[in-house]
């Protein structure tokens, strides 16, 4: 069953490119049923561009915002430069928690060993009601401390079980993470751009997180058993980006998380 097959006007989403052209990329819209989208290179960053593949690569996840959609044809319109630093944390953000929650629901079915079928019927079920899974989870959470909910959630009692117990489980071994804000450049117009991607892939090997927020913005994460564990991988991360870096500048600043988008699972 297939839900939100168009999002609305001005609404944030997350696209992928799949393609770049000379002039835009074509995306797919990864909450919309990978709907085709296309991101005019008007609207990729603010100012001249002289080469669209500095901003963007193929296979990146981003933030967008629609600004076109023409259900006729079938066509819809994305731009990165409307979408606000704020705005595409929050969205990646909120992402991520929805697939790490998507993620113990997997394994709540595994642990019951619900036939395909009703796992299917389950799914549909927190999708049409829920929309997502992370307010799935909440109201899992809310009905667990009710003494006489006003309407029952309508999925197996032992499937419920599973979800609280894992989602307990995983809170409890939960590991500490910090993160950092990271803009970095380069100045070469050869091998720039290669350089970059040598980067940040010394970064993703020495185990932080990586993820896009907008040229030349990115975000890191990282997570260990303690705080000094965590930042150890930032200044090994720092480290690689000085030795690797070439013709380039960075600068990498602390970010602090809101309490409120830490972790869905520590109100259960």
């Known amino acids: 069953m297939e839900y939100k097959q168009y999002p609305q006007p001005s609404s944030l989403a997350l696209a992928k490119i799949e393609k770049i052209m000379q002039f835009g990329a074509y995306c797919k819209l990864i909450e919309y049923n990978n709907t085709d989208a296309y991101l005019p290179i008007r609207e990729v960053s603010s100012g001249w ?58 394994r709540a079915f595994k642990e019951t060993k619900l036939p395909v079928p009703q796992r299917n019927e389950i799914n549909d079920y927190i999708m049409s009601q829920f929309k997502s899974y992370t307010n799935f989870v909440k109201a899992l959470g809310e009905e667990s ?13 032992r499937f419920k079980e599973a979800v609280l117990r894992i989602i307990e489980a995983s809170r409890q071994n939960k590991k500490f993470i910090v993160a950092y804000d990271l803009s970095m450049s380069t100045q070469d117009t050869m091998n720039g751009i290669d350089n970059l991607k040598d980067v940040l892939h ?22 260990g058993t303690d705080y000094t564990d965590a930042e150890e991988k930032i200044k ?12 380039g500048s960075f600068n990498i600043e602390k970010e602090k998380l809101k309490k409120e988008k830490e972790d869905i699972m520590n109100r259960l």
Not at 145 to 157: F, N, R
Not at 207 to 218: I, Q, R
Not at 236 to 247: D, R, Y
């Open 236 to 247: 090994n991360a720092v480290n690689i980006i000085k030795s690797k870096l070439k013709a």
């Open 145 to 157: 401390e009710s003494k006489g909910p006003a309407e029952e959630i309508k999925v197996p009692k």
């Open 202 to 223: 010394g970064i993703s090997a020495a185990g932080v997180e990586v993820s896009y927020v907008s040229a030349p913005k990115y975000k890191l994460m990282a997570e």
């Open 49 to 106: 561009i002289k080469n669209i593949h500095e901003f963007i690569h193929e296979g990146q996840t981003v933030v967008c915002k629609i600004i076109y959609i023409d259900r006729e044809k079938g066509t819809i319109d994305i731009s990165l430069k409307k979408v606000t630093s704020k705005e595409s944390k929050d969205k990646m953000g909120a992402f991520n928690l929805d697939n790490r929650l998507k993620a113990l629901c997997q």
